[in-house]
């Protein structure tokens, strides 16, 4: 059974700089691109970070360009999103997913990927 774990979610100050994680079980994503999403308080599920399989393609939302940064462990079957400058909009459920197909460059739809984490909360105060 495929699972995709995040942790790291935390209640910060605003400047805070957390990393999130994702570790995968069940299957090795090692060529599969994967993602980060987030769904904030009353928005709906919004595209932050992609990577694909090694690393070398990755892709940002115009709101965290400059701020987050997305990488990979294919060793560990982990993906990070280091995260900072955090201002208050960036306030939601950061969820982790991955594509059940190899070599695609990551998707900035949540119908590129196939499997999905349970998301990790971030909480940023002013």
């Known amino acids: 059974q495929v699972q995709l774990v995040e942790s790291g979610g935390a209640l910060v100050q605003a400047g805070g700089s957390p990393r999130l994680s994702c570790a995968a079980s069940?299957?090795?994503?090692?060529?599969?691109?994967m993602g980060w999403f987030r769904q904030g308080p009353e928005k709906e599920r919004e595209f932050v970070s992609g990577?694909?399989?090694?690393?070398?393609?990755?892709y940002y939302s115009d709101s965290v360009k400059g701020r987050f940064t997305i990488s990979r462990d294919n060793a560990k079957n982990t993906v990070y999103l280091q995260m900072d400058n955090l201002t208050p909009e960036d306030t939601a459920v950061y969820y982790c997913?991955?594509?059940?197909?190899?070599?695609?460059?990551?998707?900035?739809?949540?119908?590129?990927?196939?499997?999905w984490g349970q998301g990790t909360q971030v909480t940023v105060s002013s």
């Open positions: 997913a991955a594509d059940g197909r190899n070599y695609r460059a990551p998707g900035r739809l949540g119908s590129s990927y196939n499997y």
């Open positions: 069940g299957r090795t994503f090692s060529y599969a691109a």
């Open positions: 990577i694909n399989y090694n690393g070398g393609l990755t």
